[in-house]
């Protein structure tokens, strides 16, 4: 597996560096949520995810990095099982799937890109909702108008998360968000 400073240079290869995020350059906010999901004690999996979760775009940021025909380049390079989670996040239709948290349809999965439904693992369940608080939880720690607009609904959102969160993450968000 390559190592963190490879996987930061693909990244600005693709273009992340070019990229403006909410408060900065995208590669910035990408290295920001691997590095809480790192500091919360997760496996390298999901840290890579973290690292590469807006490849292909998200439904809060509809930039892509690469092209979805070439998930494989990526798989190659973050490996299979972070390139799923990073898929799952990107593809996440958000108005749709967050509300099932927390109800008995949260294992069944709405996939912006496709229009379709399927159903998840409860790890997979686990890990989304992980790289969810972190990706949040970093932009939330850089901007208090953030917080100030947000803070409450994403507060909401991950108290329904709390049981597929770890406690370090779900510490960092009490005291960021309240």
Not at 9 to 26: C, N, R, S, V, Y
Not at 32 to 38: I, K, M, N, S, V
Not at 125 to 154: I, K, M, P, V
Request: charged share 25%; hydrophobic share 40%; with cysteine.
């Amino acid at each position: 597996m390559p190592s963190d400073g490879d996987l930061l240079a693909f990244l600005e290869e693709l273009g992340a560096g070019a990229i403006t995020h909410m408060h900065g350059p995208l590669a910035e906010h990408l290295r920001g949520t691997a590095q809480l999901l790192r500091a919360w004690g997760n496996r390298e999996a999901l840290c890579r995810a973290g690292l590469y979760h807006a490849v292909y775009g998200t439904d809060g940021f509809d930039q892509s990095l690469i092209d979805l025909n070439l998930r494989s380049r990526i798989s190659a390079v973050i490996g299979e099982e972070a390139e799923t989670l990073a898929y799952l996040y990107c593809a996440c239709d958000r108005k749709k799937f967050y509300p099932r948290i927390g109800t008995q349809q949260q294992l069944t999965f709405c996939d912006r890109f496709t229009n379709g439904e399927y159903a998840i693992s409860e790890s997979q369940l686990r890990d989304l909702c992980e790289l969810t608080l972190a990706n949040e939880l970093e932009l939330a720690e850089a901007d208090a108008d953030f917080r100030a607009q947000y803070g409450a609904s994403l507060a909401q959102l991950f108290e329904r998360m709390r049981p597929w969160v770890s406690s370090t993450g779900f510490e960092t968000c009490n005291r960021l968000l309240g």
